[in-house]
């Protein structure tokens, strides 16, 4: 069974760096077609994807967003850790981490995201 | 960038079905996903590649998408189908997710 759990603070200032933490089990990211992604999803709006690591270390970002995201796995400890710069009021959002599914078919990729932790609330607040 | 694009609610007596449409560019080219967030909780994958259904969702859910559009059919819809229900595919090139808009379905 996989699971996820999102962790980290629930307060942070304006211009301050959000540092959080995605702690799972029931999967290794050393495995072929394995990742861990990041999504988030400001209160009473739609969600919105942030940033994904591959079992192969391979990173992605939000277009709208790389300049300020950072994303970081930790084999060992089952662990993967995204980092937000520069901190707003419009950044407070419940903040999920998801197993990530991948395959390539002859150049063709896929990639979706399953199971989902149960998120965390991040406020920006002065 | 790439969008998704959903109708923002949907309204369904119980028992009757439901329809989500998604549209998108690169859905000719890449699978539609669904996922059902019912208030206060994490999302949960209902469709997987357009119409393939994950083990534990109920038969009532179902997936079709052809050309620009993909489409989520809730048949026979129950009170507990009562959600917010994201569709979710990536761009052309695979390396960017992108969630759609968003529809509410109401079951009343």
């Known amino acids: 069974q996989i699971t996820l759990k999102e962790s980290g603070p629930t307060l942070v200032k304006p211009t301050q760096t959000l540092t959080l933490t995605c702690t799972f089990s029931?999967?290794?990211?050393?495995?072929?077609?394995?990742?861990v992604g990041w999504i988030r999803q400001p209160p009473g709006k739609a969600l919105e994807w942030l940033a994904l690591?591959?079992?192969?270390?391979?990173?992605r970002y939000s277009p709208s967003l790389k300049s300020r995201l950072t994303i970081t796995k930790d084999t060992s400890k089952n662990q993967v850790v995204l980092t937000m710069t520069n901190m707003d009021p419009v950044d407070t959002a419940t903040y999920y981490c998801?197993?990530?599914?991948?395959?390539?078919?002859?150049?063709?990729?896929?990639?979706?995201?399953?199971?989902w932790g149960q998120g965390t609330l991040v406020t920006v607040s002065s | 960038s790439y969008e998704l694009t959903q109708p923002p609610s949907v309204s369904v007596s119980p028992g009757q079905t439901a329809r989500i449409t998604c549209s998108g560019d690169?859905?000719?080219?890449?699978?539609a996903y669904w996922y059902q967030q019912k208030s206060g909780q994490a999302p949960v994958l209902v469709i997987y590649?357009?119409?393939k259904r994950p083990s534990g969702i109920p038969e009532r859910f179902s997936g079709s998408s052809s050309g620009t559009m993909a489409t989520l059919t809730i048949s026979g819809a129950q009170v507990e189908d009562e959600a917010d229900y994201y569709c979710y595919s990536t761009d052309s090139s695979g390396n960017h997710p992108v969630f759609g808009t968003g529809t509410k379905v109401t079951v009343l």
């Open positions: 690591i591959y079992w192969d270390d391979d990173k």
């Open positions: 029931g999967f290794s990211l050393s495995t072929s077609g394995v990742g």
């Open positions: 590649e357009d119409s």
């Open positions: 998801a197993h990530l599914y991948y395959y390539d078919s002859s150049g063709y990729q896929e990639t979706w995201f399953d199971p």
């Open positions: 690169a859905l000719p080219k890449k699978y």
